[in-house]
């Protein structure tokens, strides 16, 4: 488990503990063997990077000696033992010394514990803690302890209980020395049964003898050296008495040399004899080897010797073995001499970045949620180091627990940046899978249980691992992805499946690598899935996003806009934090790492290189590699290290940049390497070893693939999985921009042949559109190491090499002959739903056949490579441009073949919100398709189509509709549908007059060429009209009755949808209960939420909230689901403004202001916006619904001149003759106030509008009784009272009241109330006016609305 606080990185809890004490002799100590046996631990505040556990005897003995001399160490820096100090140096050994342990034991059988001493210090306890601190440290090479943090009161209980004798030495004075426990001895707590061998380190008292002899040219780093000595090796030898040979008194300018050279080979020797022993590790031998080079200094007789380091050196170089004994203090294997030395391997310096990112996990890991979604994005110049960073962390992340998924967009492959997106939830989707499946759970059933089936099949186009989750193992198409699925419909699916993958409980890390190289749409794709998860805690809670990019992006560059969005949402938690250049110390310490030698010994050298490079990263690894492949920096056998000559190193000529240096090693390849670098560097980063196999023939000296170790080796390459990656995308543009301009076009154009003719592109015909492609031709020539699966990406490889080069400098036949390349690459990525992909290669298709273009020669290669790019570009939303493309089509084909490219045009119209274009355009298709649209449409015409509509329906019973299925649809027919439903989509939202005309056309044609789903639109519209403009309820309940057969017999499709909102929203709603109504609504939500399909979705939720409204559901609940919907259409603002209309109209009613228009951050800043905006883009619809929410709230308040204004404006909408479920309310608002002004004297006209009104109300009661009888009621007695019929206006008004309750009406039994109060008022009945005001007032309440209760009692 990750640990739960954070300083530096993950560290781990100290425990504090009360423990005894017990004071040992250090000769003792070293004579009971307990250094061999028992873990002694360091008590300051570095202890928990120095309790690492060691794995064998010898290891512990070593790295308990380490500790114990780093104590002593330290005590002699304090204390300044030596000249300047009353101790001398020359007389102390071990037996002068008393260490004092802290021990804990457990309690004794008897009950009683041992003796105990409390301890002021917190004693460091090993536990497993401990050890994950342990893999941190090693895993990021911190050469530095990481500081403990357990929270503010643990923080303060370590301030308050600091350790006053750690690395103390103290004098043994008349007051005493500090005593042990009295009762126990060393050998007593080593010998006591159930001690878990477990001690702290916490002091060192010194005791000096007197009478010994007194040298006063013993420097103290001697003595050091020799007890140092005799806690590794275990003896009393004094190697400053065996080694150190005094000098001449006399030192002259003639023996200076030769005193020199004998201290030179002196050390040598003392250095080569204690590694020859064997019983010292050799970083030991190393370091006693350098106490012991001394200079005497010149003086007087009592002259000190000057060592060649200090003891604060020592301190360091103990402290560093301490802390990762494996790399400082530990002998390396044989592998460590015989192997290459690689630098670039593990992350270095990076301390403040490291501790900022790995803080955010921890919080996670605690519960600590932000109040967005995690986002961090890395920044960096070239070669500082990004993506080694961040994939460090990930590596980390993973093992550890989290589900990591990482992608990286290409240089160049921004048209493929959706899929790689894509691939960052398919690969997340393999993780959880394997993750599962090795805890013997099943993934599956997990992601089944949080996600519907419907929804595991439609995004299973995009996410191949879902087909195995969905169990379609098959490639069919799902039920959404047909032409008219746009990316707007992806970003609405998306978000759902990350949402429930998160609901799984798994920690989840999405890395995105090369995030400049990101397109729009997959911005807009990865952006929504961010808000998405910020907007729920659950969700927040197991997420993070890690973006790199790199420095110098332009103000153009979508991610820029993107990085401003992010910065102010507030669902989004961002952190920014930038790599700057490696200081000095981040290279001193790269160095010691790789050399594992101590940092005194290596500071020249990084001093060097961090001039040389100014601490580039990329750099400073290049350099250093450098280095080592020239030998100035090699192994030294007799010095049992690397080593170099700093002058020589200093005064090489290397490179001014990273990318000269790049190009300068190119030098050292050998003659086989170089070209298969070469030919690496032209597919981008990284390509697929299984497409370096059939390189062999284009490629001199056997192919790439026998030169893959030593690129390897060389640390110009990697593999990762079956990736054959280029260590640094600097190291490819490097080798890629120093290829000679003729052969790199040689180069690319032979890539690109060769794996063309291995899958056989040049045999698979081109005629036809995108979806009659048949990839089943395709085959792989001569290749058994090439899977089936491998052949896509191949072609996709093939067309980018090719067209990588010039078309200018190719012959036209061959230009052709690779346009046609594209178009295979093309169709198969729109197979694959990746239209980004397949858009870029229609276009490098086009730009070949420059020339060429609609010759017989490529007549049906331009038709399909610009069919292509239209629908994928629509797809993408790109609709200027896929308007263009489709345009040319039909400008080039004859009308009747060009039905696909008309499709395309009308659904650009469509996407554009410009319906009268689409309408026009459509008008104009079914002209040409011979149906019978007049130019100008009028009340006879449209009467005399629906009744020659109805005459042919009349030959048919519903079940006999329902079988005029012909089988499956022919291309043609099914453009022709298509094309129809869209016209009428268009239609229906601009409320053409045209609109009946096309739905008689569209009904007629399917009764004669079959009915399929996307007929029951047109079906539903005519029910729809025969209520609106014939009255006839009868025929549109036949039609509502077809429109479901039809509906039944069809599966899930957008076209459905559709029809369904229709169908419920406007036809059957006349028929049903308000309930029934918007359960209905609820259902066709749920399906088209699991397609994606965005519009439908939102619509059928509108219509749905709005029959909750009327159906009396609570204003306050119906507030808030208006709001959770406002935040998941952020990003569909033309859809948003419809329920922004409804949100005012539930605001007024309740008297409070929401954070609906907030949410939008001032692009839908009012109503009046919205007006406006309505009114320039002629949506009538929206500027209906506008007023009727104007009307409704001047009504409820009283304001009968105001309302009398928005009803006119309202009414002068030509889509208010079409009634809606808000009509009936309209209609009914306004009878009440036609009947109000003829009270009050307005005249006689009133009373006969009212009375119109009236009969309607009467008529519709017969055909729903549930949504109409109170309504009819209320204005009945209206009519009776403005008729002075008093006992029967009272009785109506009581019927009106009492109706309403029973269908659960509050809100019309509310105005019942108030009306009646009104009535009652009016005949000075004031009592029982004032109940009804107060009941009216209790019946707003219940419904929520508030300042309408108010306003009414």
């Known amino acids: 488990n990750i640990i739960s606080f954070f300083e530096f990185s993950y560290v781990s809890i100290t425990n504090v503990m009360s423990g005894s004490t017990i004071s040992v002799s250090l000769q003792d100590l070293l004579n009971s063997g307990a250094l061999a046996t028992s873990t002694f631990q360091l008590k300051n505040e570095e202890s928990t990077t120095f309790n690492i556990a060691a794995s064998n005897s010898s290891q512990m003995q070593m790295l308990n000696a380490a500790k114990i001399s780093l104590l002593l160490a330290r005590a002699f820096a304090k204390h300044r033992v030596g000249a300047h100090s009353s101790i001398d140096a020359s007389s102390l050994q071990l037996g002068d010394f008393s260490i004092h342990l802290g021990y804990s034991l457990p309690p004794s059988p008897d009950g009683v514990s041992a003796p105990t001493e409390n301890l002021n210090e917190p004693l460091i306890s090993s536990d497993d803690s401990d050890a994950s601190l342990q893999f941190i440290s090693e895993f990021f090479d911190l050469d530095k302890p990481l500081p403990q943090f357990t929270g503010q009161q643990q923080q303060q209980s370590l301030q308050n209980t600091t350790t006053a004798f750690n690395g103390q030495m103290q004098i043994n004075t008349t007051t005493g020395t500090r005593k042990p426990a009295p009762t126990l001895t060393f050998r007593d707590v080593l010998s006591a049964e159930g001690f878990d061998r477990v001690w702290t380190l916490i002091s060192i008292d010194c005791n000096p003898s007197t009478n010994r002899y007194v040298s006063t040219t013993t420097p103290p780093e001697h003595t050091l050296g020799d007890l140092i000595h005799c806690i590794f090796s275990g003896s009393n030898l004094r190697l400053s008495s065996t080694i150190i040979q005094r000098p001449p008194d006399n030192i002259g300018s003639i023996s200076e040399g030769r005193a020199a050279k004998m201290n030179s080979n002196t050390r040598g020797t003392t250095f080569s004899t204690l590694v020859g022993v064997g019983i010292l590790p050799t970083s030991i031998c190393r370091l006693l080897s350098d106490f012991f080079q001394c200079e005497p200094s010149v003086g007087n007789e009592d002259r000190l010797h000057t060592c060649q380091i200090s003891i604060l050196d020592a301190i360091e170089d103990l402290e560093h073995m301490c802390a990762y004994p494996q790399i400082y203090l530990y002998d390396p294997g044989m592998d460590f001499y015989s192997k290459n030395l690689l630098f670039g391997q593990r992350l270095y310096g990076r301390k403040a970045e490291l501790t900022q990112l790995l803080g955010i996990t921890t919080r996670l890991e605690g519960g600590l949620i932000s109040s967005g979604a995690e986002c961090v994005l890395v920044s960096g110049g070239a070669g500082s180091g990004k993506s080694h960073f961040v994939n460090n962390v990930s590596t980390f992340l993973s093992n550890i627990g989290w589900i990591v998924s990482t992608a990286s967009c290409g240089r160049d492959m921004g048209h493929r940046s959706s899929a790689t997106v894509l691939?960052?939830?398919?690969?997340?989707?393999?993780?959880?899978?394997?993750?599962?499946?090795?805890?013997?759970?099943?993934?599956?059933?997990?992601?089944?249980?949080?996600?519907?089936?419907?929804?595991?099949?439609?995004?299973?186009?995009?996410?191949?691992?879902?087909?195995?989750?969905?169990?379609?193992?098959?490639?069919?198409?799902?039920?959404?992805?047909?032409?008219?699925?746009?990316?707007?419909?992806?970003?609405?699916?998306?978000?759902?499946?990350?949402?429930?993958?998160?609901?799984?409980?798994?920690?989840?890390?999405?890395?995105?690598?090369?995030?400049?190289?990101?397109?729009?749409?997959?911005?807009?794709?990865?952006?929504?899935?961010?808000?998405?998860?910020?907007?729920?805690?659950?969700?927040?809670?197991?997420?993070?996003?890690?973006?790199?990019?790199?420095?110098?992006?332009?103000?153009?560059?979508?991610?820029?806009?993107?990085?401003?969005?992010?910065?102010?949402?507030?669902?989004?938690?961002?952190?920014?934090?930038?790599?700057?250049?490696?200081?000095?110390?981040?290279?001193?310490?790269?160095?010691?790492?790789?050399?594992?030698?101590?940092?005194?010994?290596?500071?020249?050298?990084?001093?060097?290189?961090?001039?040389?490079?100014?601490?580039?990263?990329?750099?400073?690894?290049?350099?250093?590699?450098?280095?080592?492949?020239?030998?100035?920096?090699?192994?030294?056998?007799?010095?049992?290290?690397?080593?170099?000559?700093?002058?020589?190193?200093?005064?090489?000529?290397?490179?001014?940049?990273?990318?000269?240096?790049?190009?300068?090693?190119?030098?050292?390849?050998?003659?086989?390497?170089?070209?298969?670098?070469?030919?690496?560097?032209?597919?981008?980063?990284?390509?697929?070893?299984?497409?370096?196999?059939?390189?062999?023939?284009?490629?001199?000296?056997?192919?790439?693939?026998?030169?893959?170790?030593?690129?390897?080796?060389?640390?110009?390459?990697?593999?990762?999985?079956?990736?054959?990656?280029?260590?640094?995308?600097?190291?490819?543009?490097?080798?890629?921009?120093?290829?000679?301009?003729?052969?790199?076009?040689?180069?690319?154009?032979?890539?690109?042949?060769?794996?063309?003719?291995?899958?056989?592109?040049?045999?698979?015909?081109?005629?036809?559109?995108?979806?009659?492609?048949?990839?089943?031709?395709?085959?792989?020539?001569?290749?058994?190491?090439?899977?089936?699966?491998?052949?896509?990406?191949?072609?996709?490889?093939?067309?980018?090499?090719?067209?990588?080069?010039?078309?200018?400098?190719?012959?036209?036949?061959?230009?052709?002959?690779?346009?046609?390349?594209?178009?295979?690459?093309?169709?198969?990525?729109?197979?694959?739903?990746?239209?980004?992909?397949?858009?870029?290669?229609?276009?490098?298709?086009?730009?070949?056949?420059?020339?060429?273009?609609?010759?017989?020669?490529?007549?049906?290669?331009?038709?399909?490579?610009?069919?292509?790019?239209?629908?994928?570009?629509?797809?993408?939303?790109?609709?200027?441009?896929?308007?263009?493309?489709?345009?040319?089509?039909?400008?080039?084909?004859?009308?009747?073949?060009?039905?696909?490219?008309?499709?395309?045009?009308?659904?650009?119209?469509?996407?554009?919100?410009?319906?009268?274009?689409?309408?026009?355009?459509?008008?104009?298709?079914?002209?040409?398709?011979?149906?019978?649209?007049?130019?100008?449409?009028?009340?006879?015409?449209?009467?005399?189509?629906?009744?020659?509509?109805?005459?042919?329906?009349?030959?048919?019973?519903?079940?006999?509709?329902?079988?005029?299925?012909?089988?499956?649809?022919?291309?043609?027919?099914?453009?022709?549908?298509?094309?129809?439903?869209?016209?009428?989509?268009?239609?229906?939202?601009?409320?053409?007059?045209?609109?009946?005309?096309?739905?008689?056309?569209?009904?007629?044609?399917?009764?004669?060429?079959?009915?399929?789903?996307?007929?029951?639109?047109?079906?539903?519209?005519?029910?729809?009209?025969?209520?609106?403009?014939?009255?006839?309820?009868?025929?549109?309940?036949?039609?509502?009755?077809?429109?479901?057969?039809?509906?039944?017999?069809?599966?899930?499709?957008?076209?459905?949808?559709?029809?369904?909102?229709?169908?419920?929203?406007?036809?059957?709603?006349?028929?049903?209960?308000?309930?029934?109504?918007?359960?209905?609504?609820?259902?066709?939500?749920?399906?088209?939420?699991?397609?994606?399909?965005?519009?439908?979705?939102?619509?059928?939720?509108l219509f749905s909230l709005r029959c909750s409204f009327y159906g009396s559901e609570n204003l306050s609940l119906l507030l808030q689901s208006h709001c959770e919907l406002m935040r998941t259409m952020k990003r569909y603002k033309e859809l948003a403004k419809l329920a922004l209309i409804d949100v005012v109209m539930i605001e007024t009613l309740i008297g409070t202001k929401s954070n609906a228009f907030d949410i939008f951050e001032g692009t839908i800043p009012t109503e009046n916006f919205i007006l406006a905006d309505a009114k320039a883009k002629q949506n009538i619809v929206s500027i209906e619904l506008i007023h009727t929410r104007r009307f409704f709230t001047a009504f409820w308040f009283g304001d009968y001149q105001k309302a009398n204004e928005s009803y006119k404006a309202a009414s002068s909408v030509p889509s208010s003759k079409m009634p809606k479920l808000w009509t009936i309310y309209r209609e009914c608002y306004k009878a009440i106030i036609t009947f109000h002004m003829y009270a009050e004297g307005e005249g006689e006209e009133w009373l006969q509008e009212g009375m119109k009104l009236l009969s309607k109300f009467q008529f519709w009661k017969t055909i729903s009784k549930d949504v109409i009888e109170s309504k009819f009621l209320l204005l009945q007695a209206e009519y009776h009272a403005v008729s002075c019929e008093i006992s029967k206006a009272r009785a109506s008004f009581e019927a009106s009241i009492k109706s309403a309750r029973d269908h659960g009406y509050t809100n019309e039994q509310g105005l019942a109330f108030e009306r009646y109060g009104t009535f009652l008022e009016a005949l000075v009945e004031t009592t029982e006016a004032s109940v009804c005001y107060k009941s009216a007032h209790v019946c707003y309440l219940q419904w929520g609305a508030l300042a309408l209760a108010e306003h009414v009692w």
Request: charged letters at 20%.
């Open 423 to 1101: 691939s960052l939830l398919d690969t997340l989707i393999v993780n959880i899978v394997a993750a599962y499946n090795s805890e013997g759970k099943s993934a599956i059933d997990a992601l089944l249980g949080v996600l519907d089936s419907t929804t595991l099949l439609s995004l299973s186009a995009y996410l191949p691992s879902l087909r195995i989750v969905s169990g379609n193992t098959d490639r069919s198409t799902p039920p959404n992805n047909r032409p008219e699925v746009s990316q707007l419909q992806l970003t609405f699916l998306l978000p759902r499946l990350l949402i429930a993958i998160l609901s799984l409980n798994r920690k989840v890390v999405l890395f995105l690598d090369n995030f400049e190289h990101v397109d729009s749409s997959a911005l807009a794709l990865l952006s929504e899935l961010l808000t998405s998860v910020g907007r729920l805690p659950s969700s927040r809670s197991n997420f993070l996003f890690i973006g790199c990019y790199r420095d110098g992006i332009s103000e153009q560059n979508p991610l820029t806009i993107l990085a401003a969005e992010l910065r102010r949402h507030q669902d989004i938690s961002l952190t920014e934090m930038r790599l700057n250049r490696l200081s000095i110390d981040d290279v001193t310490d790269i160095i010691m790492t790789e050399l594992r030698l101590p940092r005194r010994l290596v500071l020249e050298l990084a001093n060097i290189v961090h001039k040389k490079t100014s601490g580039h990263a990329l750099f400073v690894v290049q350099l250093l590699n450098s280095l080592v492949r020239d030998s100035a920096l090699a192994y030294s056998p007799m010095k049992r290290r690397f080593d170099w000559d700093s002058a020589k190193v200093r005064s090489l000529k290397t490179a001014d940049s990273v990318a000269s240096l790049i190009v300068s090693n190119l030098n050292s390849l050998t003659p086989g390497e170089l070209p298969s670098l070469r030919a690496l560097s032209c597919f981008g980063i990284q390509v697929k070893l299984v497409v370096l196999a059939l390189l062999k023939d284009v490629c001199p000296f056997g192919g790439v693939e026998p030169y893959l170790k030593s690129l390897i080796e060389g640390g110009v390459v990697e593999m990762k999985d079956s990736l054959v990656v280029f260590t640094h995308d600097l190291i490819q543009q490097g080798v890629y921009n120093n290829i000679p301009t003729e052969e790199r076009r040689r180069l690319h154009l032979n890539i690109g042949v060769c794996l063309g003719m291995k899958v056989s592109l040049d045999q698979h015909s081109m005629v036809g559109q995108l979806q009659e492609m048949d990839f089943s031709s395709l085959s792989v020539e001569a290749s058994r190491n090439v899977e089936s699966q491998e052949i896509n990406a191949i072609i996709g490889i093939a067309a980018n090499q090719v067209n990588r080069v010039d078309p200018s400098s190719m012959e036209r036949s061959q230009r052709i002959r690779f346009a046609q390349w594209n178009m295979v690459a093309a169709s198969q990525f729109a197979k694959r739903f990746n239209f980004g992909a397949s858009a870029h290669y229609c276009k490098k298709g086009i730009d070949l056949l420059y020339d060429s273009l609609w010759c017989n020669e490529t007549f049906d290669l331009s038709r399909a490579l610009h069919e292509g790019a239209a629908s994928a570009l629509l797809f993408l939303g790109d609709i200027s441009d896929a308007q263009k493309y489709a345009n040319v089509v039909i400008d080039n084909l004859p009308f009747a073949d060009s039905l696909a490219a008309q499709y395309m045009v009308l659904r650009s119209w469509e996407r554009m919100g410009k319906y009268e274009e689409q309408v026009d355009r459509g008008s104009a298709i079914l002209r040409g398709l011979n149906f019978d649209i007049p130019l100008e449409p009028s009340p006879l015409l449209i009467m005399d189509a629906m009744a020659h509509i109805s005459n042919i329906a009349s030959k048919y019973s519903i079940e006999q509709i329902a079988k005029l299925r012909s089988g499956k649809v022919d291309t043609r027919k099914k453009n022709i549908l298509l094309s129809l439903n869209s016209i009428i989509t268009g239609a229906l939202r601009s409320s053409s007059p045209f609109l009946p005309l096309i739905t008689c056309a569209v009904a007629n044609y399917s009764l004669q060429n079959g009915v399929y789903e996307e007929s029951a639109l047109s079906f539903a519209c005519l029910g729809y009209f025969k209520i609106a403009l014939v009255g006839d309820y009868k025929e549109a309940r036949y039609w509502a009755d077809a429109t479901k057969q039809i509906l039944n017999k069809s599966g899930t499709s957008i076209a459905g949808s559709r029809a369904r909102i229709l169908l419920y929203g406007f036809v059957e709603c006349w028929y049903v209960s308000l309930r029934e109504t918007g359960s209905h609504l609820l259902g066709i939500n749920r399906s088209a939420v699991a397609m994606g399909d965005v519009e439908s979705a939102v619509h059928s939720m």
